[in-house]
């Protein structure tokens, strides 16, 4: 089975202007996570789909990121209008949505996101 | 908050010589632990995980085991080769934590560096 892409590898763009990462999960995975890596720092939690809906969206940092997942397949991730410590690393993961700590979430190769 | 811990890198080894990577953590509740590993130029793969107390997970030589009394989930190979230079990331899901999310918590990571 296909595994979880991520579309651009990788985007360079002014500080003010606008970047939408896009996410394809595993066929048939409800669940879709977003992560940051900023340099030299842990990978942190942004938010959580369940199919459309935003299960958790506590990581976000601000309102200048929003996040959709549209009918429930792919999501994207807008920052508008994009600050120099946005630049980092953003991975998706999907995940089958198992109980009892089941769960496992598998990634994509992440695009890494360099504001200038 | 839940937070993960792991030993600081890089961690430069000889082929053949015995790895351990400490990783402990505290969480509100009963989580799932986890090894990610991230090879040069690719996306995070699940290494392994445990989902209980002195569980033991493994895969590819590498093993780990789920220590409640001391909090640790300690990797350890016995014997490294070329191939496993990579971030190793120690990771949690906690689903008690409060966001009603199996959201993974991270370390920083750890670089190994496997020398011939």
């Known amino acids: 089975e296909a595994g979880v892409t991520q579309f651009p590898s990788h985007s360079v763009i002014e500080k003010g202007q606008t970047v939408t990462l896009r996410c394809d999960p595993i066929s048939g995975h409800d669940n879709l996570y977003w992560y940051r890596r900023v340099m030299g720092k842990e990978i942190k939690f942004l938010l959580h789909?369940?199919?459309?809906?935003?299960?958790?969206e506590s990581g976000m940092p601000n309102n200048r990121f929003l996040a959709e997942r549209t009918g429930g397949t792919y999501s994207t991730l807008k920052v508008q209008p994009a600050e120099l410590e946005d630049s980092g690393v953003y991975f998706c993961a999907s995940s089958r949505g198992l109980a009892g700590g089941e769960d496992t979430q598998y990634f994509g190769p992440g695009t890494r996101l360099t504001v200038l | 908050g839940d937070s993960v811990t792991q030993m600081e890198g890089p961690v430069t080894l000889s082929e053949e010589a015995f790895l351990t990577i400490n990783c402990t953590y505290t969480a509100t509740g009963y989580p799932s632990l986890f090894w990610y590993v991230q090879y040069p130029g690719e996306g995070l793969q699940l290494l392994l995980k445990?989902?209980?107390?002195?569980d033991k997970g493994s895969n590819k030589g590498f093993e780990a085991t789920y220590r409640k009394e001391t909090t640790s989930f300690h990797l350890e190979k016995g014997s490294v080769q070329v191939s496993d230079s990579a971030v190793y990331f120690c990771?949690?899901?906690?689903?008690?934590?409060?966001?009603?999310?199996?959201?993974?918590?991270f370390g920083k990571g750890t670089k190994l560096s496997v020398i011939p």
């Open positions: 445990a989902t209980k107390a002195d």
């Open positions: 990771a949690l899901s906690d689903l008690y934590s409060g966001a009603g999310s199996y959201q993974l918590t």
């Open positions: 789909f369940v199919k459309e809906s935003k299960q958790d």
